[in-house]
């Protein structure tokens, strides 16, 4: 009875639970109809909207279209209409061309016409009565012209020597670098007097063998602890120098060690070119020179013109050079590097033949250096044409530093030979009476007879001087031509 009791509420049991999971099942089956529903209808409005703003868009789109092609249209008729216009404007100005041309012809004929006409009556050739009218102007207005032309080249002088001038000044002004001219001698200090007797030798042997291997002179006089090192050539009395220098702090002076302290100073000395020259290069802001270059421009720090250390006039002139061409609106590089290099030249010029310009273009042109560069040393000393404006700027900077006071020494017989030279070349001139040269070259006065050379002429003479000057002549800077007329009318009195 308990098995079958317990059975019964078992199967009892089972039938309640599978009602209430049946029931269960069947509320979530209708609540996931009820969501499908939902969502469905969501996805519904969802795509309508979405049809109805594609719709929306593409009738703006097409407004828009239909706007375009309307101004497209306007403009081809627009297009058509000024085409139309213009050929009828080419066609008035094709007639009205043709119709010029008929009346410039016509022109001509009747200008010609009078021409002859004129010509007949008058009996003079075109050619002739237009000589002659000019020399009856030139007769009746000659003071007042002469006045004018006076009047004008005066006004344009001043204006251009003014500006000139302060453009050089600022250059000038904003590089200012100590001038000492160089001798052919050098002093060396000894640390004692002592040093004398050695360094002369027994029976002068040390001092002969210092003075044949580094191709000097010494003086040794009476001025104490000081020795006179004598050669025209700057880098033998440094070689000299240094090579004493050596052999007193090494002690033992003698014919052998002084050929090996002699060797030493010329290799030290090169290497100190080498130096030198990248130096002079970075000072100007120069950075890819060749080393060669950079060699060569050290070798010219042991180089003199009349004086002046080549590569101190070289740098000067870099500097002033490259700030006129900054003044002028030229190329402040180009002129700054040929002016650096205008003189490159005469680091061998006594070793290879030929000018130092020559000499001075073939290496920059050997080592890649730019033809602008090349163009603009070459003619400063007028050797060549002046191709650039850079040229006339290196050429300028190079008299500006030439001709600064204390920068260079010219010999007496070259001085004297100057000035002659300048008044030989303006008495012989027609119509001079006498020239003197004055302010050590840089004027000229030319007194003129007054009954051969009028005020026009003395106009021109002035300029026919002062352009045969620049031709014929070299000089540092520049020449006052001063023509002088003067006329004094004498009566007497009885």
């Given at each position: 009875?308990?098995?079958?009791?317990?059975?019964?509420?078992?199967e009892?049991?089972?039938?309640?639970?599978?009602?209430?999971?049946?029931?269960?099942?069947?509320?979530?089956?209708?609540?996931?109809?009820?969501?499908?529903?939902?969502?469905?209808?969501?996805?519904?409005?969802k795509?309508?909207?979405?049809?109805?703003?594609?719709?929306?868009?593409?009738k703006?789109?097409?407004?828009?279209?239909?706007?375009?092609?309307?101004?497209?249209?306007?403009?081809?008729?627009?297009?058509?209409k000024?085409?139309?216009?213009?050929?009828?404007e080419?066609?008035?100005?094709?007639k009205?061309?043709?119709?010029?041309?008929?009346?410039?012809?016509?022109?001509?004929?009747?200008k010609?016409?009078?021409?002859?006409?004129?010509?007949?009556?008058?009996?003079?050739?075109?050619?002739?009565?237009?000589?002659?009218?000019?020399?009856?102007?030139?007769?009746?207005?000659?003071?007042?012209?002469?006045?004018?032309?006076?009047k004008?080249?005066?006004?344009?002088?001043?204006?251009?020597?003014?500006?000139?001038?302060?453009?050089?000044?600022?250059?000038?002004?904003?590089?200012?670098?100590?001038?000492?001219?160089?001798?052919?001698?050098?002093?060396?200090?000894?640390?004692?007097?002592?040093?004398?007797?050695?360094?002369?030798?027994?029976?002068?042997?040390?001092?002969?063998?210092?003075?044949?291997?580094?191709?000097?002179?010494?003086?040794?006089d009476?001025?104490p602890?000081?020795?006179?090192?004598?050669?025209?050539?700057?880098?033998?009395r440094?070689?000299?120098?240094?090579?004493?220098?050596?052999?007193?702090?090494?002690?033992?002076?003698?014919?052998?060690?002084?050929?090996?302290?002699?060797?030493?100073?010329?290799?030290?000395?090169?290497?100190?070119?080498h130096?030198?020259?990248?130096?002079?290069?970075q000072?100007?802001?120069?950075?890819?020179?060749?080393?060669?270059?950079?060699?060569?421009?050290?070798?010219?720090?042991f180089?003199?013109?009349?004086?002046?250390n080549?590569?101190?006039?070289?740098?000067?002139?870099?500097?002033?050079?490259?700030?006129?061409?900054?003044?002028?609106?030229?190329n402040?590089?180009?002129?700054k590097?040929?002016?650096?290099?205008?003189?490159?030249?005469?680091?061998?010029?006594?070793?290879?033949?030929?000018?130092?310009?020559?000499?001075?273009?073939?290496?920059?042109?050997?080592?890649?250096?730019?033809?602008a560069?090349?163009?603009?040393m070459?003619?400063?000393?007028?050797?060549?044409?002046?191709?650039?404006?850079?040229?006339?700027?290196?050429?300028a900077?190079?008299?500006?530093?030439?001709?600064?006071?204390?920068?260079?020494?010219?010999?007496?017989?070259?001085?004297?030979?100057?000035?002659?030279?300048?008044?030989?070349?303006?008495?012989?001139?027609?119509?001079?009476?006498?020239?003197?040269?004055?302010?050590?070259?840089?004027?000229?006065?030319?007194?003129?007879?007054?009954?051969?050379?009028?005020?026009?002429?003395?106009?021109?003479?002035?300029?026919?001087?002062?352009?045969?000057?620049?031709?014929?002549?070299?000089?540092?800077?520049?020449?006052?031509?001063?023509?002088?007329?003067?006329?004094?009318?004498?009566e007497?009195?009885?």
């Amino acid at each position: 009875m308990g098995l079958i009791a317990g059975y019964f509420v078992r199967e009892s049991w089972g039938a309640k639970r599978a009602s209430s999971l049946e029931n269960k099942i069947k509320e979530d089956l209708s609540r996931s109809e009820k969501e499908a529903e939902k969502i469905i209808l969501e996805a519904k409005d969802k795509a309508l909207k979405a049809l109805e703003e594609a719709r929306k868009e593409e009738k703006e789109r097409k407004e828009k279209i239909d706007k375009l092609e309307e101004r497209v249209l306007e403009k081809d008729n627009f297009i058509s209409k000024k085409e139309k216009d213009l050929d009828a404007e080419r066609e008035r100005i094709n007639k009205e061309e043709a119709r010029l041309e008929i009346l410039s012809v016509e022109l001509e004929k009747a200008k010609n016409k009078s021409t002859e006409e004129l010509s007949r009556i008058a009996g003079l050739t075109p050619e002739k009565a237009k000589e002659k009218l000019i020399k009856d102007i030139e007769e009746r207005h000659h003071t007042e012209l002469s006045g004018t032309l006076f009047k004008l080249m005066h006004e344009r002088k001043e204006e251009i020597e003014k500006k000139s001038m302060e453009i050089m000044t600022t250059a000038v002004q904003r590089y200012g670098r100590s001038h000492i001219s160089d001798i052919t001698t050098s002093v060396f200090t000894l640390p004692s007097e002592d040093l004398k007797g050695k360094i002369i030798g027994r029976e002068g042997r040390n001092i002969r063998t210092l003075e044949r291997l580094a191709g000097v002179e010494f003086v040794i006089d009476e001025s104490p602890e000081t020795i006179i090192i004598s050669s025209f050539d700057p880098f033998r009395r440094e070689v000299a120098s240094l090579a004493l220098s050596k052999l007193i702090k090494d002690g033992r002076i003698q014919p052998a060690k002084i050929e090996e302290k002699v060797e030493e100073a010329k290799a030290e000395l090169d290497k100190r070119i080498h130096e030198i020259g990248e130096q002079a290069a970075q000072e100007l802001g120069i950075y890819n020179f060749p080393k060669e270059i950079l060699q060569l421009l050290g070798r010219l720090n042991f180089r003199t013109s009349f004086g002046q250390n080549v590569l101190t006039h070289s740098i000067e002139m870099a500097h002033v050079a490259s700030m006129m061409a900054a003044e002028l609106g030229a190329n402040p590089e180009v002129s700054k590097r040929g002016a650096l290099l205008h003189d490159i030249g005469k680091a061998i010029d006594h070793e290879v033949q030929g000018t130092h310009v020559e000499i001075g273009m073939k290496i920059l042109k050997k080592y890649g250096i730019d033809d602008a560069v090349v163009d603009a040393m070459k003619s400063h000393h007028e050797e060549y044409p002046f191709a650039t404006p850079e040229a006339y700027i290196v050429t300028a900077a190079d008299a500006i530093s030439a001709a600064r006071p204390g920068a260079r020494r010219g010999t007496m017989e070259n001085y004297i030979k100057r000035l002659q030279d300048l008044e030989n070349l303006a008495t012989s001139f027609e119509g001079v009476k006498n020239a003197y040269a004055i302010a050590a070259g840089r004027e000229i006065r030319v007194f003129v007879i007054p009954e051969k050379v009028d005020d026009f002429k003395a106009l021109q003479l002035a300029r026919d001087i002062a352009n045969k000057i620049e031709a014929d002549l070299k000089y540092p800077g520049e020449v006052k031509v001063n023509v002088i007329r003067e006329i004094r009318a004498v009566e007497y009195a009885k």
